[in-house]
T-cell receptor, first 111, second 110 residues
Framework: DAGVTQSPTHLIKTRGQQVTLRCSPISGHKSVSWYQQVLGQGPQFIFQYYEKEERGRGNFPDRFSARQFPNYSSELNVNALLLGDSALYLC??????????FGQGTRLTVV | TQLLEQSPQFLSIQEGENLTVYCNSSSVFSSLQWYRQEPGEGPVLLVTVVTGGEVKKLKRLTFQFGDARKDSSLHITAAQPGDTGLYLCAGAISNYKLTFGKGTLLTVNP
């Protein structure tokens, strides 16, 4: 069975640009969460979506947005990129309330 | 403010040694997960503990959840080079989000 898949795996963007990251959850999982992990830190919660509705949002600016589609896949959008947005962006899918299974991540570099 | 404190931050040991890493908080968690992450990869779930005082074993790894559900430990017996990685604990307070510690970077030398 396929796990959580994310695309692209690596991305380089320029300051001020916009980026869209994609995630396909494990089959049967209806919940998708997004986390940001900067070097030397643990992942930080950005969003969770369940059945296409936002259930929770972390302490991130409005430049970050997300959505979930009818097939439960999800996109994370970041506008007006800053150098500090450089990080590993992780998508996780869940069947139970909190147990999360992560994808391999998208490494975003902002130059 | 980091809700979960992990210690030690770095650990370098020889193959065959035992080790324990700790995850502490002032908050009570409904559940706590341990993950292992390799460079450039996503975290891989090792175990979930739910009940205070719970002990779970996964081969050479032993996980314990504190009685008050505020802390946890991971003990590895006879460490092997394949155990090298970043060990992360994550606590669930609400139904929808995990709060992670900064992790313990373990290096097991042959």
């Amino acid at each position: 069975d396929a796990g959580v898949t994310q695309s692209p795996t690596h991305l380089i963007k320029t300051r001020g640009q916009q980026v869209t990251l994609r995630c396909s959850p494990i089959s049967g999982h209806k919940s998708v969460s997004w986390y940001q992990q900067v070097l030397g830190q643990g992942p930080q919660f950005i969003f969770q979506y369940y059945e296409k509705e936002e259930r929770g949002r972390g302490n991130f600016p409005d430049r970050f947005s997300a959505r979930q589609f009818p097939n439960y896949s999800s996109e994370l959008n970041v506008n007006a990129l800053l150098l500090g947005d450089s990080a590993l962006y992780l998508c996780a899918s869940s069947l139970s309330k909190t147990e999360a299974f992560f994808g391999q991540g998208t490494r975003l570099t902002v130059v | 403010t980091q809700l979960l404190e992990q210690s030690p931050q770095f650990l370098s040991i020889q193959e065959g040694e035992n080790l324990t890493v700790y995850c502490n908080s002032s908050s009570v968690f409904s559940s706590l997960q341990w993950y292992r992450q390799e460079p450039g990869e996503g975290p891989v779930l090792l175990v979930t503990v739910v009940t205070g005082g719970e002990v779970k074993k996964l081969k050479r790894l032993t996980f314990q959840f504190g009685d008050a559900r505020k802390d946890s430990s991971l003990h590895i017996t006879a460490a092997q080079p394949g155990d090298t990685g970043l060990y992360l604990c994550a606590g669930a307070i609400s139904n929808y989000k995990l709060t992670f510690g900064k992790g313990t970077l373990l290096t097991v030398n042959p």
